[in-house]
């Protein structure tokens, strides 16, 4: 089924199943008398399709651009600029010669800007400014320039009605000298006119455009005018200059910093520190020096100087070619290069609609790529040539060295010796810690390594914290950088056999004591054991494993739900290991409690004792363990009160 579109041109339309159309099937059915007087005499081929034209609403396409395509009326500056210095990028195309300075004047309610580029005709006037979309950037003669120009004029001209009730150009087109001067006005309702200008009105070859407030804005104040206009175009390599009755202000200050030439390597850093500080708002750890000539990209990369979240959403500052397009750039580093903000310039990289953003495409991507492999380059150049500025910088950001570290061997293996973690020996390198323990243990949470850290260290076992992001991972890629180290996951079993078993006359003797400790966990799902080891100060210590964990918190979901979740949650339990409570024989108070002819007192103890080793494993209290603890305080109050 094809429906007729402007200029003639038709659009195929796939219907499924259209013959299944009850309305198309009775239309078929019909008969030649049966059909409608408009349809008599002729076939549904034999229809001729009337062509229209779309009409458009200004109004309308105006609240678009404001409320939806851009997010400020502020880039009515950018795309005054932008259409500027493409008219003197034009015109130099064919007069190298021609002058470059962009003027700005303003009173507060009308604002003009002059360019000496190109200019327009009468037929161009019509053409690109009448014609919404239009550009001269799509003529064939110099579609292989587009990349010299910034925007498209079409439809940039349309962002200042955001701002202004009337747009008038004039201007004096410099291919066509004999060509007279043209004046187009136009209103924000949709209308406009065009005047072309009597011979010697206007002299200068290039445009002006003029542009009338809204009542009550405040868009055209010469502050603000000088304020976006610096934010937008101080890196243009033109030279532009804002007027507001207190003489012109000067723009444009380039080359970009980073590009220029600087007596010493001092003086360049700390200019690009102030640039850092006054645009940035942050005084940088450091610089990297970014060159990315495939993708058309340059700048520089500032290291954060404080810690942030590896999800922050980064703010980085693109220009395209010259022009900022945003400062918020959210996809131009490695999600890794969390700590860096960016200032580039680009002549590649593609915008979207709205020109405050990269499309995130093909281009981006490589873009992107090449900008973590030069921050990579500089991590690994400062490892080898300077370590004290690499452990000022790991001090803050060694996160995020961590999270490249994880998909780059090569690095990981340059800052490993950097590189610090959580270890019974304290915060040292992987590096210094397996070579005084092996095998070395993975926890691979924090409170299992909690539960375990002082006991390991007391009996010389090599325990990893890898709880925290990232650790876990790059402590099981070790062996593949080392050989000879051993990494195994730690297992309860581990520390228990670390432990002094007790001789079999004093466990025989602590049988009868044992039992009742057990019988008095056992609601919690503990088992109770007895050995030697150190430190003495530790009286109890509890482990598990991840299953017996599981199978409490399943428990104790069970005791809280209904009696159908309850059914099912019964209906998985589990008979693994249980946790165990490990009572130092070593310990005074321990061999104390043991001796207690009390059954009674001693199951308080045994209850105050698991409860002194829940406590310093950091593990969170569960309901029953909540009870228990209370229980057995109010027990010892109660026995040390009574008579």
Not at 612 to 636: E, G, I, V, W
């Amino acid at each position: 089924m094809r429906f007729p579109c402007v200029a003639g041109a038709a659009v195929a339309v796939r219907l499924p199943d259209i013959d299944q159309c009850p309305w198309v099937r009775r239309f078929a059915n019909l008969t030649h008398a049966d059909r409608p007087p408009s349809e008599a005499g002729r076939t549904v081929s034999e229809t001729t399709p009337t062509t229209h034209t779309f009409q458009v609403d200004l109004r309308g396409l105006v609240d678009l651009l404001s409320h939806h395509l851009y997010s400020s009326p502020k880039v009515y500056v950018r795309e005054l600029l932008q259409n500027a210095v493409d008219a003197i990028t034009a015109r130099r195309a064919f007069e190298p010669a021609s002058p470059g300075e962009v003027r700005i004047w303003t009173d507060g309610h009308r604002l003009t800007i002059t360019d000496p580029g190109v200019g327009l005709t009468a037929p161009e006037v019509h053409q690109l400014l009448a014609t919404i979309g239009g550009s001269s950037k799509r003529d064939e003669e110099i579609e292989g320039a587009r990349r010299d120009f910034l925007g498209q004029f079409g439809i940039g001209l349309l962002a200042c009605f955001t701002v202004a009730r009337t747009i008038t150009v004039t201007s004096r087109s410099a291919k066509d000298p004999a060509a007279a001067a043209v004046r187009w006005t136009a209103r924000d309702d949709g209308s406009y006119t065009v005047t072309e200008l009597p011979d010697g009105e206007i002299h200068e070859v290039g445009t002006v455009v003029e542009l009338v407030a809204r009542p009550g804005e405040d868009w055209f104040a010469p502050s603000k005018v000088i304020e976006l206009a610096r934010e937008y175009g101080s890196l243009l390599p033109v030279e532009v200059t804002v007027e507001g009755g207190e003489g012109p202000v000067r723009i444009t200050d380039t080359p970009p910093l980073w590009e220029r030439e600087w007596p010493s390597t001092t003086a360049r850093r700390v200019a690009l520190n102030e640039y850092c500080e006054n645009v940035m708002g942050f005084s940088p750890l450091d610089v990297i020096d970014l060159d990315v000539p495939i993708a058309g990209v340059k700048g520089v990369a500032f290291v954060l100087p404080h810690a942030t979240s590896p999800s922050a959403r980064g703010a980085h500052r693109v220009h395209l070619k010259r022009m900022l397009l945003t400062a918020g750039a959210d996809n131009l580093v490695p999600e890794w290069a969390f700590f860096v903000r960016c200032v580039v310039d680009t002549d590649s990289l593609r915008p979207t609609a709205s020109r405050e953003s990269l499309y995130d495409d093909a281009a981006l991507a490589l873009a992107r790529d090449a900008i973590g492999a030069q921050v990579r380059d500089w991590l690994a150049d400062m490892a080898a040539s300077d370590p004290t500025r690499l452990e000022a910088f790991l001090a803050v950001h060694e996160l995020g060295v961590k999270a490249l570290a994880r998909h780059d061997e090569e690095l990981l293996e340059t800052m490993l010796p950097w590189l610090r973690f959580e270890t019974t020996a304290g915060s040292v390198s992987l590096v210094d810690f397996v070579r005084a323990h092996q095998p070395i243990y993975l926890a691979t949470s924090v409170d299992e390594y909690r539960q375990v850290a002082q006991i390991a260290a007391a009996q010389g076992i090599g325990v990893v914290n890898g709880g925290y992001t990232y650790d876990t991972e790059l402590v099981q890629a070790l062996p593949r950088l080392d050989p000879e180290a051993k990494v195994e996951v730690l297992a309860p079993g581990v520390i228990s056999a670390s432990l002094d078993p007790l001789d079999v006359d004093a466990e025989l003797g602590l049988q009868s004591f044992l039992n009742a400790a057990r019988a008095r966990l056992a609601p919690v799902d503990v088992d109770v054991v007895v050995r030697e080891f150190n430190p003495v100060s530790v009286p109890a210590l509890l482990l598990d494993d991840r299953d017996a964990r599981r199978e409490r918190q399943r428990a104790e979901a069970e005791a809280e739900a209904d009696d159908l979740w309850g059914g099912i949650l019964a209906s998985i339990k589990q008979h693994g290991p249980r946790a165990q409570l490990v009572l130092n024989h070593r310990n005074p108070t321990v061999r104390r409690v043991s001796a207690i002819g009390d059954p009674e007192l001693a199951g308080t103890a045994v209850e105050s004792l698991y409860g002194q080793a829940l406590l310093l494993s950091h593990r969170p209290l569960r309901s029953a363990d909540t009870a228990l603890l209370n229980r057995s305080f109010m027990n010892l109050l109660e026995h040390l009160t009574s008579d």
